[in-house]
């Protein structure tokens, strides 16, 4: 039997505008297992945003239960948020979010650092992840020496040095040309061959193709979950 490691329930999120009330998330219930491979789709104002930052621990719903992986989370202060993100969540964003002045090692080692790995457990387990997206010989660069697509390899090299439960990629292709697009899109397929459960975020409908599951969101509702396999 599949194993759930997200289950969210009759999540709500309002956010206060002068004395108005935005009702952005309007009960959403959604399960998903361990090694699936997701894309949430949406307009912009569907919510899938919001929905993306609760999934990922960078924000709490105004009412409603969130299990991770057994962990209530929904009602969790910041401090706890942030060890449960850095411990279960690796994040892929649009722009990379890389330190400038920091070479590829040492951004992707970064995650460990505030997980408390000495430097020698950090560098073995960063240059393994490396070599996993195909830059064992780029180590050394820095952000600017690399193309956009190293760029993002090296981001989805730090989302996987902590051995997350997740990997959540918000628009992971939304800066690059669509042949390192489709090269990123190879890799999130042989990063959840793996075993790793993939969420993915996108506008695009080509991009969210590679995923196995489509859930679209339309005004703060599940419009739709369909199988894409």
């Keep these: 039997m599949a194993e759930s490691l997200i289950n969210i329930t009759e999540i709500k999120r309002d956010f206060?505008?002068?004395?108005?009330t935005i009702n952005v998330l309007k009960g959403i219930d959604l399960q998903i297992n361990k090694g699936e491979y997701v894309a949430l789709m949406g307009p912009s104002g569907s919510g899938k945003s919001t929905l993306m930052n609760i999934l990922g621990c960078l924000d709490t719903p105004t009412s409603g239960a969130y299990?991770?992986?057994?962990?209530?989370v929904s009602q969790m202060h910041d401090d706890d948020l942030a060890e449960v993100r850095n411990k279960e969540i690796g994040?892929?964003?649009?722009?990379?979010?890389?330190?400038?002045?920091t070479?590829?090692?040492d951004n992707v080692a970064l995650p460990m650092?505030?997980?408390?790995?000495?430097?020698?457990?950090?560098?073995?387990?960063?240059?393994?992840?490396?070599?996993?997206?195909?830059?064992?010989?780029?180590?050394?660069?820095q952000p600017n020496q690399l193309s956009g697509g190293q760029r993002q390899r090296v981001a989805v090299a730090r989302?996987?040095?902590?051995?997350?439960?997740?990997i959540l990629a918000d628009e992971p292709t939304g800066n690059l040309d669509s042949k390192t697009s489709e090269e990123i899109m190879k890799l999130f397929d042989d990063i959840h061959a793996l075993g790793n459960t993939v969420i993915l975020v996108t506008?695009?409908?080509d991009i969210a193709q590679y995923a196995h599951r489509i859930i679209r969101l339309r005004d703060g509702i599940i419009e739709s979950d369909t199988p894409n396999r």
């Design 16 to 20: 206060q505008l002068g004395s108005e």
């Design 67 to 72: 299990i991770l992986n057994g962990k209530d």
């Design 91 to 101: 994040f892929v964003f649009q722009t990379f979010n890389l330190l400038p002045r």
């Design 103 to 105: 070479t590829a090692l």
């Design 113 to 141: 650092v505030y997980a408390g790995y000495n430097k020698t457990d950090r560098h073995a387990r960063a240059k393994e992840v490396l070599t996993q997206v195909g830059l064992a010989d780029r180590m050394d660069h």
């Design 159 to 166: 989302a996987l040095v902590n051995k997350p439960s997740i």
């Design 203 to 205: 506008h695009e409908e």
